[in-house]
């Protein structure tokens, strides 16, 4: 069992944020992701990355999991 690191994805408007941690992702690590999106009133909404970044992120076999805050602004998880 290996320990991985942990990135932090913070989305706000329209980027996704999952595909900029992708971008800053090393090689041969494995990571665990926080997608994290905030209203306007700073409070945490739904998060959950898209159906493209998903496969996308899938397909780099480094994460294990995808952790984003579900409607009640709590973590949910996602196993890759
Ligand atoms: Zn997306």
């Not at 990135?7 to 900029?20: K, L």
């Amino acid at each position: 069992m290996s320990t991985g690191k942990t990135q932090y994805g913070f989305n706000r408007g329209t980027v996704h944020a999952e595909m900029t941690v992708a971008r800053k992702m090393r090689r041969n690590k494995t990571y665990d992701l926080y997608v994290c999106r905030l209203s306007a009133k700073d409070e945490f909404v739904y998060s959950k990355p898209c159906d493209r970044c998903v496969s996308t992120l899938k397909n780099l076999r480094q994460l294990r999991y995808i952790y984003y805050t579900n409607y009640d602004g709590e973590f949910a998880v996602l196993s890759l």
